[in-house]
């Protein structure tokens, strides 16, 4: 009888166990998505395309694919890109999703970008929401003149890593949306919710020297 009555109690020890590993790996604890900033980044990037887009032209995003590793952020951000676009009449969207390793840092495969450039024409805008173009030498070279323009967002410190005043001056990206440096109070500014992007980002348009300059000024 007391063997029975501590089968039971072990029974249950492990059974409560499991559901407690259950809870623990199903809950999501990762922190709550900005979804009002990220809407906003969408926005922005939709504007700056269709400042360059002509009518009956076509707007090429590149994003990386959710459906096996979520990422809410980037999901809003471009719901947000296409709703914008969407407003305007005769601009196509074309969703260009890759397969990354989400544990590697954010970056279109050379590759990838090397062939997306190379069969587009004048009339197309390439967005690419996983950074710039980072070519090789020799792809740089086979390009000869780059016809499509090209718009980068430029997440957490990628902006540093490349040489963005190269990169304009090559024709391979004529827009960046880059983190803007920290500013007093930013912070706060962020967590009241005003002015959350402008603290944050920043668009350069050819010119480096334009870093620091409120985005929502030169609209």
């Not at 190379?118 to 086979?142: C, F, H, K, Y």
């Not at 983190?179 to 668009?203: C, E, H, K, M, Q």
Request: hydrophobic fraction near 40%; aromatic fraction near 6%.
């Amino acid at each position: 009888m007391r063997n029975r009555r501590s089968i039971d109690i072990v029974s249950i020890l492990i059974a409560g166990a499991a559901l407690v590993t259950i809870v623990l790996f199903s809950w999501d604890f990762r922190p709550p998505v900005d979804r009002k900033l990220h809407s906003e980044i969408g926005r922005v990037l939709a504007k700056e395309a269709l400042s360059l887009a002509r009518p009956g032209g076509e707007i090429t995003v590149i994003t990386r694919d959710t459906e096996a590793f979520r990422q809410p952020a980037l999901d809003i951000l471009l719901k947000s890109f296409q709703r914008e676009v969407g407003r305007a009449s005769r601009i196509t969207i074309n969703i260009h999703s890759l397969q990354l390793d989400p544990l590697r840092p954010v970056e279109v495969p050379p590759g990838d970008f090397y062939e997306l450039i190379r069969r587009s024409n004048s009339e197309r805008i390439i967005v690419s929401l996983l950074g710039p173009p980072a070519l090789t030498e020799e792809q740089r070279a086979a390009l000869g003149a780059v016809k499509p323009k090209i718009i980068a967002f430029c997440s957490g410190n990628l902006a540093e890593s490349l040489d963005l005043r190269e990169l304009f001056k090559t024709g391979l990206l004529h827009v960046a949306l880059i983190n803007r440096r920290p500013a007093p109070g930013a912070a706060d500014a962020s967590r009241n919710g005003s002015g959350a992007f402008d603290g944050l980002y920043t668009v350069v348009r050819g010119d480096l020297s334009t870093v620091g300059e409120p985005s929502h000024s030169r609209r």
